[in-house]
């Protein structure tokens, strides 16, 4: 069965981790979360790290502030790492955002929008639907409900 880890620096960024948690396993896909912090539990992270490969499928890694947590877990796997930057008080999250998406050449990170949860759970779905004809159905069958959403409620909505 698809897994997907959702690690969190700290358990004040798991609201915006609940996103994800819930769009996943709505889809039916397993998930495990824990609290990893790349600067208070620094062997904790690298342990996490180099078991990822063969346990999970995709990482989703949200961090606010310096944000090193996505980088550091993409530094010890090959599984492909999501980085969600979480708002801060300092610079609303733009400092985590450019913590996660300024990675260098060979480390990469898929980096969705500050506090972007349910967009980090999506697109791991469709990393993990690459190979899977069934979550890509499910996937087809998301976006159509999308899709009719608008045009049943909104559809030649005039906004002011």
């Keep these: 069965m698809k897994t997907v880890?959702?690690?969190?620096?700290?358990?004040s960024d798991f609201e915006v981790c609940k996103q994800a948690i819930e769009v996943i396993e709505s889809f039916g896909v397993k998930i495990e979360r824990e609290v990893v912090s790349a600067h208070r539990t620094p062997d904790r992270l690298a342990t996490f790290g180099?078991?990822?490969d063969g346990k999970y499928d995709v990482v989703i890694a949200a961090a606010g502030g310096s944000a090193h947590l996505p980088g550091m877990v993409a530094?010890?796997?090959?599984?492909?790492v999501i980085g969600l930057p979480i708002k801060s008080?300092?610079?609303n999250g733009v400092d985590s955002l450019l913590s996660i998406v300024q990675m260098p050449p060979g480390v990469p990170v898929a980096t969705v929008a500050i506090n972007?949860?349910?967009n980090?759970?999506?697109l791991a779905?469709?990393?993990?639907a690459i190979g899977d004809l069934e979550l890509r159905a499910k996937l087809d069958q998301f976006?159509?409900?999308?899709?009719e959403d608008v045009e049943i409620n909104h559809n030649g909505a005039i906004c002011e």
């Design 125 to 128: 779905l469709q990393m993990l």
């Design 50 to 52: 180099h078991e990822a």
């Design 116 to 118: 972007g949860g349910k």
């Design 5 to 11: 880890a959702v690690i969190m620096g700290s358990k």
């Design 89 to 91: 008080r300092t610079l």
């Design 120 to 122: 980090a759970g999506l």
């Design 143 to 147: 976006k159509l409900e999308m899709k």
């Design 75 to 80: 530094a010890f796997t090959n599984v492909p």
